[in-house]
């Protein structure tokens, strides 16, 4: 079900990764085109984000 979640999200126009990621910035499920970034660079970015939106809420 995640997966094909993901697969919907990736089909997108514009979007090349889509991943479910913990809280703190693991990859729980990934699904991304070939020549993509890696989804474990860009958690590290968004678990920043989210913690620095948790603190100035």
């Given at each position: 079900m995640?997966?094909?979640a993901l697969q919907?999200?990736?089909?997108?126009?514009g979007?090349?990764?889509a991943a479910l990621?913990?809280?703190?910035?693991?990859?729980?499920?990934?699904a991304r085109e070939a020549d993509?970034?890696?989804a474990?660079?860009?958690s590290a970015r968004a678990a920043t984000v989210?913690?620095?939106a948790k603190a100035l809420a």
């Open positions: 995640v997966e094909q919907e999200l990736k089909a997108t126009k979007v090349r990764v990621l913990s809280e703190d910035g693991f990859v729980v499920e990934e993509a970034p890696e474990s660079l860009l989210l913690g620095t």
